[in-house]
């Protein structure tokens, strides 16, 4: 009896170091923004400053896009601007409009500038600035909030609207003719429709949903508005901790998805299941945590965030 009254209190101390001991290791270790259980022990990215827009917290960054000659377009949300980048880094202001709001930016096949803009607007432009152009056409008024957009191989428009909330999901994805004439509902029923991005193969939609925290995958009929039935949309993966905001889309098919306010992306197989991280220096300490948007330079393996917050807003690179 003795012995095991020794060996169960042993039992028992060892339990509570280990538990003890795992706490504080994790207390050592711990973050502004920590992991979610799901996503910890992934392949790691670490991203890489490229370039400093401005030191000021206050910018809040958004886009990007390149042109066919390898200039990057992001814009500057909340003072109204849209900036080109050189390859060699030399940035310049093509549009400032105030009260525009400027978010995610995509370019036509023809080599214009597409924005969806919070302001409610669409515009079109060419890429030094000029012809300046309202898209006027919408559907029952709808999208009354442009985030972001993606065009497909015929030039069609997919635009998200970012409205609604879980109590009244009225945001959605709705697509405009290559004419621009005409808009269609694709998905509906969304609260704040986000991101959005096309897989490889040009009749699947991949969706963030930031008010639900849900990454929507779209399947589409050769019309490219109907969902294919019987189960076409559905919903591969929830955001733990939220703060899901704009993605991309590689050449195989994965998807990376800008977790704002937590420093990283979260990169997903095909089927939406996560694959990887893509952490943001600084994002233990609290600095550089709103990563909004990421585009890949066409023809590369590189791609490129848009990062704003403490620490001022910055492009980085991964």
């Known amino acids: 009896m003795k012995k095991s009254l020794i060996f169960g209190v042993f039992l028992i101390t060892f339990l509570i170091t280990s538990l003890f001991s795992g706490w504080a290791n994790e207390q050592l270790e711990k973050s502004v923004v920590p992991l979610p259980p799901d996503l910890k022990g992934l392949p790691t990215i670490e991203a890489e400053p490229w370039l400093q827009i401005g030191e000021s917290p206050a910018l809040f960054l958004e886009g990007p896009a390149f042109d066919r000659g390898g ?46 803009c919070s302001a409610g607007k669409l515009i079109s432009l060419n890429p030094d600035g000029t012809n300046l152009t309202y898209i006027t056409a919408r559907y029952q008024g709808k999208p009354v909030f442009p985030n972001d957009l993606v065009f497909n191989s015929k030039g069609n428009l997919y635009v998200t609207d970012f409205i609604g909330h879980v109590g009244s999901p009225t945001g959605g994805v709705y697509r405009f003719s290559a004419d621009f ?32 925290a849900d990454l929507v995958y779209a399947q589409l009929m050769e019309d490219g508005i109907t969902i294919k039935p019987p189960a076409g949309c559905t919903v591969p993966y929830r955001f733990t901790g939220g703060g899901c905001d ?46 909004t ?17 403490k620490g001022g807003g910055w492009v980085y690179k991964l």
């Not at 704040?192 to 949903?209: R, Y």
């Not at 098919?253 to 996560?274: A, M, S």
């Not at 220096?281 to 945590?289: A, C, K, S, T």
């Open 71 to 116: 200039n990057l377009y992001i814009s500057s949300l909340l003072d109204s601007r849209v900036l080109k980048i050189t390859p060699e880094k030399k940035v310049t202001t093509i549009l400032e409009q105030p009260g525009l709001l400027p978010n995610g930016i995509a370019f036509h096949k023809d080599g214009r500038m597409f924005i969806a």
């Open 293 to 309: 948007n990421v585009k890949f330079k066409p023809g590369t393996d590189e791609a490129y965030a848009t990062v704003s917050g």
């Open 246 to 291: 704009s993605m991309t889309v590689d050449a195989a098919g994965n998807t990376y998805v800008c977790i704002n306010g937590h420093g990283r992306i979260v990169v997903l197989n095909l089927k939406g299941i996560p694959i990887a991280n893509v952490l943001i220096p600084g994002r233990d300490e609290g600095i550089h945590l709103a990563v």
């Open 181 to 212: 004439t005409k808009v269609e509902p694709v998905v509906d029923g969304l609260a704040l429709a986000n991101g959005i991005a096309l897989t490889p193969s040009g009749n699947e939609l991949w969706i963030v949903e930031t008010g639900r």
